[in-house]
């Protein structure tokens, strides 16, 4: 008796963007460099160089404002699920979470290469998703060499692409 091949497993595809500091970690760095510069502008207000203090305040708010924004940012992520029927794009962009579902047969993945610059989209029933963008052009035209075998690679009619693969 012979036994169906089951399903392949799906190929999932995850980027997040890169963290060296923790949350901790930022915090520690941001009273560093707050002591430090709130520390030196006491120093020069000390000496009759008052004016220094509300420099040394600013600058402490914006790197503090700095952090914050990349605190927004780190549940950031993107994945591509490539089913057998369907490809699914899911992203997390700062608060907004977005999900794009596509029929796999009629799924497309632009490459545009831009001298250095490598864009990847997956084009689907006249509407485009950007793929990769937490990754560099590297990891982006690593990304497209994955894809290659799973989904169409196809070649743009608006920008010129030099590395492109024939649709399947």
């Known amino acids: 008796m012979v036994h169906p091949c089951p399903d392949p497993p799906p190929y999932i595809h995850v980027s997040m963007p890169n963290r060296s500091l923790g949350v901790v970690a930022r915090r ?3 009273a560093w460099i707050a002591l430090t510069s709130l520390g030196i502008a006491m120093g020069a207000a000390a000496f009759g160089a008052w004016p220094v203090m509300p420099f040394a305040g600013i600058e402490v708010l914006l790197v503090a404002f700095a952090f914050h924004v990349l605190r ?24 907004s979470v977005s999900s794009f579902v596509a029929y796999r047969p009629w799924a497309c993945i632009e490459v545009r290469d831009r001298g250095m610059r490598c864009t990847l989209s997956l084009a689907y029933a006249g509407r485009t998703v950007p793929v990769g963008r937490l990754l560099s052009d590297e990891g982006r035209r690593a ?18 692409i030099t590395k ?5």
């Open 28 to 30: 520690w760095v941001l």
């Open 72 to 95: 927004r940012h780190d549940a950031d992520y993107e994945r591509i699920v490539i089913g057998e029927h369907e490809v699914r794009v899911e992203a997390r962009h700062a608060r």
């Open 143 to 160: 990304l497209a060499d994955q894809l290659r075998g799973r989904i169409a690679l196809k070649e743009s009619k608006e920008t010129r």
């Open 164 to 168: 492109a693969w024939p649709c399947f």
